[in-house]
């Protein structure tokens, strides 16, 4: 923690939603390890089919990554988007750092900049990243979403000639090119020490380290009518139902999208409930 703001481990912070909201209602229902199947609009509910059974509800906020698009689409919605899926990987160092610090953002690509920050388990270990390939899953490490990748991207011309219009700009082309080449072997780390010395000058070759099976994806919207990579946030908004794609910078935000998500499925509920705004930003805002 500093004066500027907080280091969150944001698995610890669900548990504790989750541990608050037994206490103001225990009945809740929380279903983890549940696969969402199909989900359809009948009459004004929606029927979610899941590997663990069916549930019914009047209003749904889908939050499934990459996933929400695929499941937009299966309702109607996003059809004319398709989805690039950026995947990151991390090098670290011996504690260099305090804090997060990041490189500037270049004003035409829509990736998080490379950064350092201090593992948030273990403040000796510094991270720098993410580099960014594209990949054909919507995860990581799981094969098992490469159909999905490909159903969420589209079949059809035109995601192909948005691809196209995309990864040959010039500096999208040189950006991705030079991500490759950061997450081979011996190579990799003798052009991204380039890009740490941006933060730390100082720092030597022998005390970086891929970090084999860390990282993730960042699913970026293509749109298919302009033919352009959408920048920051991605979510949709239909019929009593938001689909949150891809939050913008990252987790960090997970929090206000808390809030205007809230506030939008009380507008949905039509007045039966009500969200306690001072409450929260009491609690969160400073
Ligand atoms: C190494 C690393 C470091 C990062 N550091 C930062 C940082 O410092 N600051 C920051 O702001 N962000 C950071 N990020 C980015 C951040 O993790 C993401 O922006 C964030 O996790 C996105 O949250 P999400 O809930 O939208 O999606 P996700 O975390 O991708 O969660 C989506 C979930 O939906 C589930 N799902 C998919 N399909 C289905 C289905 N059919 N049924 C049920 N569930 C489904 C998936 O299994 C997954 O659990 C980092 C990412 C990585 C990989």
Redesign the pocket.
Known sequence: MTEDGYT?D?KRLSHSFVDCAKIENPGIGIHLD????TIAKVGDRYIVK?NKGEFSAPVVAI??????L??AKSLGYGLDLSVLSMA?S?YTSPKVLNG?VYTIQMAKLPF?AI?G?PE?HNENVT?F??TAKPIFQ???FNMA?FT?YWKTFGFGLSPILSLFNIIFDKVLLVYVFKNFLYDLPYIGKRLFIKEIRMIVPTIKLSELKFVRG??????QIVNNTTRKLEMGEAKLSGDNIIF???????????LG?AYTDTAKIMEFLGGKFSFNKEAFEKDLIK
């Open positions: 969150v944001f549940t696969k969402l199947l899941t939050t499934a990554g990459g996933h929400s695929m499941i990151g991390f997060k998080a950064h920050d948030v991270r990243g993410p919507l995860e990581r979403t999905e860390l990282g993730g994806t960042r699913p949150n794609i891809t939050p913008s910078p990252g987790a960090s935000t997970c999208n």
